[in-house]
């Protein structure tokens, strides 16, 4: 069964410091990959996709980046956080219609 | 420009009555429709689909309608129970799934369900 690991479940850092979040995927081979922010207040926005190694997309400009160094490996990336990256981060994969979700990562900048 | 709106951000409902969730679209290109429930600290879970050659899709408790011509979908869940309180995100997919666009969502209804 295809199963996601997103880590950690919570993270606090200063404003300035980096930022990596991981995510990886069992029992599937070669995945969409997303990661999605939901802010508070707001609903679910969709950050980066990926539909293979190396190849990322991104659809909002910020100061997160992504990588993909493996088939179900995503990684979100920061080299300098501000106070507005806090939020609740999803990574989610896909092969079709229908995403499955991690468990999230909740990010408070301070 | 929001695609995918559900205008009530919540909605309190009486333990054992209907709750009806809304979200209207904009986007006609849409053809699968999803709706998600996220409790607090965890990711979204996969609740029921539907698509758009559909109006209706029913599992257990939980019944998702579709209007195309008005661009509507609900999510009606009856009986309520108190599991169900949770926030219901309403998602849109394009043909072929949601690739580079990933699912569009909607913004959340929180879902209160009370004794």
């Known amino acids: 069964s295809q199963t996601i690991h997103q880590w950690p479940a919570t993270l606090v850092q200063p404003v300035g410091s980096p930022l990596s979040l991981e995510c990886t995927v069992e029992g599937t081979s070669n995945p969409n990959l997303y990661w999605y922010r939901q802010a508070a207040g707001r609903g679910l926005q969709l950050l980066f996709y990926?539909?293979?190694?190396?190849?990322i997309s991104s659809e909002v400009p910020q100061n997160l980046s992504a990588s993909r160094p493996q088939d179900r490996q995503f990684i979100l990336s920061s080299k300098k956080l501000l106070l507005s990256d806090s939020g609740f981060y999803l990574c989610?994969?896909?092969?079709?219609?229908?995403?499955?979700f991690g468990s999230g990562t909740r990010l408070t900048v301070v | 420009d929001q695609q995918v709106k559900q205008n009530s951000p919540s909605l309190s409902v009486q333990e054992g009555r209907i709750s009806i969730l809304n979200c209207d679209y904009t986007n006609s290109m849409f053809d699968y429709f999803l709706w998600y429930k996220k409790y607090p600290a965890e990711g979204p879970t996969f609740l029921i689909s539907?698509?758009?050659?559909?109006d209706k899709n029913e599992d257990g408790r939980f019944t998702v309608f579709l209007n195309k011509s008005a661009k509507h979908l609900s999510l009606h869940i009856v009986p309520s129970q108190p599991g169900d309180s949770a926030v219901y995100f309403c998602a849109a997919s394009p043909p072929g799934g949601g690739g580079a666009d990933g699912l569009t969502f909607g913004k959340g209804t929180h879902l209160i369900i009370q004794p």
């Open positions: 539907i698509s758009s050659i559909k």
């Open positions: 989610a994969w896909s092969l079709s219609y229908g995403y499955t």
């Open positions: 990926s539909v293979g190694i190396g190849q």
